[in-house]
């Protein structure tokens, strides 16, 4: 789930704001509504996000800690191969 960049900058936008709408995200991520949406329904399939529609307005947040904590273990995971193989080509 956290393979896609996009879903991980989504989730890092829920993780900081709390709450937001799918046009939000949309222009958060620099993504269109219909692409962010469809990130949205697998991030929900996954139950990583939960909607809540005030009228025809849908707002996502995430489902839980456990969520928010996933992302940011996969972020510290991601800087630390980076770094290291950034570090180890400049060794060379």
Partial sequence: MLADPTRVR?????RSSGEMSVNHLADVVDKSPTAVSQHLAKL??????????VGTT???????EHASELV???VLQAEHVIGATHHHQESH
Avoid at 10 to 14: F, G, M, N, P, Q
Avoid at 44 to 53: A, G, N, Y
């Fill in 44 to 53: 929900r399939l996954s139950r990583m996000v939960q909607p809540r529609r």
């Fill in 10 to 14: 989504i989730i890092l936008a829920l």
């Fill in 58 to 64: 849908v707002f996502y947040r995430l489902t839980d």
């Fill in 72 to 74: 940011a273990q996969a």
